[in-house]
C-alpha cells in the first residue's frame, strides 16, 4: 500500500485519535510535506465538525452512560429460572397431553380427515 493512501485510509483514525503513537507520528510527518494529503485531514476535520454541530442537540450527557451502568448494578436479578423452569414445563407438559389425545382421536377414527 502506498504511503498516500495509507494515510488517506487513517484520516478519520487520526481525527479520533485512535492511531497509535508511531501511526500517528507517520501520519504527522506525512502531512507536513504532502500538500494533498494536508488538503484531506483538513477535509476530515471539517467534516468532523460539521458532525460534532449537526449532533449536539441530541448527544447525550457524559453521566448517562455511568447512570447506565448504575442502574443495572442496582436492578433487581428478577425472577431468572425460579419462574421459567416451572413454566416452560408446564408447556411441555401441556403439549404431551394435548398431542397425546389428538394422537388417541387419530388411531381410533374419532378425528376425521379432507379427502
Known amino acids: 500500500m502506498s504511503e498516500h493512501a495509507w494515510i488517506l485510509e487513517n484520516l478519520e483514525s487520526y481525527t479520533a485519535c485512535g492511531l497509535e503513537p508511531a501511526e500517528r ?3 504527522e510527518e506525512h502531512i507536513a510535506s504532502c500538500t494533498a494529503c494536508a488538503a484531506a485531514l483538513e477535509e476530515t476535520r471539517a467534516l468532523d465538525q460539521r458532525m460534532e454541530t449537526l449532533f449536539a442537540g441530541v448527544r447525550p450527557k457524559a453521566t448517562l452512560e455511568d447512570r447506565m451502568i448504575g442502574k443495572l448494578r442496582a436492578a433487581p436479578g428478577g425472577r431468572g ?7 416452560c414445563a408446564a408447556a411441555v ?11 388417541g382421536l387419530a388411531a381410533n377414527g ?3 380427515f379432507p379427502g
Not at 407438559?93 to 394422537?103: D, E, I, R, S
Open 93 to 103: 407438559l401441556l403439549l404431551a397431553v394435548v398431542g397425546a389425545g389428538v394422537n
Open 81 to 87: 429460572l425460579k419462574y421459567w423452569i416451572p413454566l
Open 25 to 27: 507520528e507517520r501520519l
Open 110 to 112: 374419532s378425528l376425521a
